[in-house]
């Protein structure tokens, strides 16, 4: 079990230099307000791959501690919303309800990023997005260091 436990806070370590490089690549690109339509076509990327790399994590989290979604077409919000579950002695919860509500928004616009072909973004709707990411920014490296120095008390 140890190994399994260094190689997953060693994915998490990775996962965080990957979400910190999107977030300074959202902070290069001007605000949703000034952004041309390409512009924002460059961020709305930004925020679609953050929910990835977060939804990434969580899923390496579930697969060591077989906290799995059990409904198929919900997978994606029931993941997110276990991974607020405190399951102690299993494992503590991994995010707070402000990372959960800024996260649940990133999923919801990653979502329609994905499978929304053909429509303009909407500037107002973007904005909110990238406000609900600029929130999660401020939260998740205390929340994700919690959880890792907890993964660190199971290692022998």
Request: no cysteine.
């Amino acid at each position: 079990m140890d190994e399994k436990v260094l190689l997953l806070e060693s994915s998490i370590r990775r996962d965080m230099e990957v979400i910190a490089g999107i977030y300074e690549e959202i902070a290069r690109r001007p605000g949703i307000a000034q952004a041309d339509e390409d512009t924002l076509i460059v961020i709305a990327y930004h925020l679609h791959n953050l929910y990835n790399a977060f939804e990434n994590i969580f899923l390496n989290i579930a697969a060591l501690f077989e906290n799995t979604a059990d409904e198929v077409a919900r997978w994606h919000s029931q993941l997110l919303e276990r991974m607020r579950l405190d399951l102690m002695p299993l494992r503590p919860a991994v995010i707070d309800d402000v990372a959960y509500d800024a996260l649940d928004e990133l999923r919801r616009f990653r979502h329609l990023f994905r499978h929304a072909y053909g429509i303009r973004l909407d500037r107002a709707r973007l904005g909110l997005v990238l406000d609900k990411a600029l929130v999660l920014q401020k939260v998740y490296p205390a929340l994700l260091e919690r959880f890792i120095a907890f993964l660190r008390t199971l290692v022998g």
